[in-house]
């Protein structure tokens, strides 16, 4: 019975980390480094593809929920209190980076708002909304750090599980560690903030895909006397 609980579990981990990877392709460049009217101006001239990658986050950001629970559920037979620990650390990346989503909605409210103009300048609208677009920034920085220390724990569940091939349980661990020893570092030191974000992207999405995709499709080796004892 628990062994195959397991086995839903573990394709709804891997179409989890597939929606998650997907909703990534949703994400925009309309944001001007250090340019609040440059920023503003691009948002307004495309509204939809800003609503479109702030849509995109919030799926990305479900998807993490459900895979939290869904890897809970999985690995728990191998470590319940450790499976439990990567769950609520990316159930508070969830709510971290939620909260960034939501001043990036404000922050297009300052801009597009004509109401807004009657208390405020422009000039003052458009830094106000950079402020808040520098917020969701700096949540996305916290959040990740919380992520990878969940990620990391249940990449190494299913190293020691080996209900998955250890290439890609050890390719997992690498690139959740990765991810949060740079988002520590880039807080520490925050010079390292334009170095470290932009590469370590690429093959967190290989990663996460690769599993993602083994997960759905072939889903997991539970050794019977394994699943018999949990």
Not at 52 to 65: A, Q, R, S, W, Y
Not at 148 to 154: K, M, P, V
């Amino acid at each position: 019975m628990m062994r195959a609980v397991q086995s839903r579990y573990a394709r709804i981990a891997g179409i989890a980390l597939l929606l998650i990877c997907l909703s990534g392709a949703l994400s925009n460049n309309l944001i001007v480094a250090g340019d609040a009217v440059r920023t503003a101006r691009n948002i307004l001239a495309h509204e939809r593809q800003f609503r479109v990658g702030i849509f995109g986050e919030l799926l990305m950001l479900n998807g993490d929920v459900i895979l939290a629970v869904a890897l809970y559920v999985l690995l728990k037979p191998i470590n319940e209190p450790l499976a439990l620990l990567g769950m609520l650390w990316r159930f508070a990346n969830a709510l971290i980076q939620g909260v960034g989503v939501v001043v990036s909605l404000v922050a297009f409210d300052y801009i597009s708002d004509l109401n807004y103009r009657t208390a405020f300048t422009l000039e003052q609208m458009q830094m106000m909304a950079r402020q808040l677009l520098d917020i969701h920034a700096t949540a996305m920085a916290v959040g990740l750090v919380f992520f990878g220390f969940g990620a990391s724990i249940h990449a190494y569940l299913l190293w020691a599980s080996s209900y998955i091939p250890r290439l890609l349980s050890g390719a997992y661990i690498a690139v959740a560690v990765v991810i949060l020893t740079s988002c520590s570092a880039a807080i520490v030191f925050p010079g390292l903030d334009g170095l470290v974000y932009p590469w370590f992207i690429a093959p967190d999405f290989l990663v996460e895909l690769s599993v993602g995709i083994w997960l759905a499709l072939k889903g997991v080796r539970i050794p019977i006397d394994r699943a018999a004892a949990a």
